[in-house]
């Protein structure tokens, strides 16, 4: 089969050696002599025109040079298109692409691009929002609209701002259900995730998959803070939680298929890493095999 690439990247995203990103992805395909063609994302997100491109042009590859928020965006519009999807990652803390096992490095990730293999990957809906890794609602929620509101970015900034948002950090009341249990908490947040990472190798979820169907629920409760807080560091850095209905030491961890969270405190809500805006209650399902992507 003829394969035919469109790259999708953002044309500030930057330099790597001193040479433009849109020649370093035209050496690569020139290289291996594969077709391909380029275009800019969009600051508006309107990616409405790209299923047409694909069909008219016959695109089989639609590779996303960006970070989750891009690649959650531009998949959302074209996930029932008969393409594979792939990464270059270039965001703050690319977690899909590290779940994957896609590097960060620029030629490595370009060889999986061009050599690697397709593989069904699941997704959810969040109140019909399409989510290609992890949403959250509280606090770091509230640290990715801070984020979205930096002209500057990067890993460094999104630590400053977790660390800003710290010192007024609250709980919010929700009330998680499913077929599985029902829950009432206080929570400094929630997390949904399909990936085990929150980004930059830190695991929120290891017991996640990409493609087992099942999404993982974190809520971190109302408790010691100080003591919550360095569990949570221990838990996320080492992959240690354990996935049950038993509330450990503030800590609550389950999987399911399908969930409601009702949102009584208006807490502030994120779609992987992009600031939304928050909902009374959230549906929550999973998509299973969503669509392509392109792994090691």
Known sequence: MHRRF?????????????????????D?????????????????????????????????????????????????????????????PRG?????????????????????????KPQPIDAFLINEHFSCMLSGIGFDAQVAHDFDRQQKRGFSKYIQLTLKNLFRMRTYRFTLHSKETDLQLKAYFISIANSNQFGNQFTIAPQASLQDGKLDIVAVEKANIVFVLIRILWHIRFGTFTADFRKRHGITYFQTDELVISNTDDAPFHIDGDGKTTAASFHVKVLPAAYSLLMP
């Open 6 to 26: 469109i790259f999708l990247f953002n044309p500030r995203s930057g330099v790597q050696k001193g040479i433009s990103l849109h020649q370093l992805i035209s």
């Open 92 to 116: 703050s803390g690319n977690g899909l692409a590290l779940a994957a096992g896609i590097p960060t490095d620029f030629n490595k990730a370009m060889d999986v691009v061009l050599n690697g």
């Open 28 to 88: 690569c395909c020139n290289k291996a002599g594969v077709d391909f063609c380029i275009e800019h994302s969009r600051a508006d997100a309107d990616y409405s025109w790209l299923k047409e491109k694909i069909t008219d042009e016959k695109i089989t590859d639609v590779v996303i040079a960006g970070g989750d928020g891009t690649v959650s965006t531009i998949t959302a519009a074209i996930r029932n298109m008969p393409v594979n999807i792939g990464i270059i």
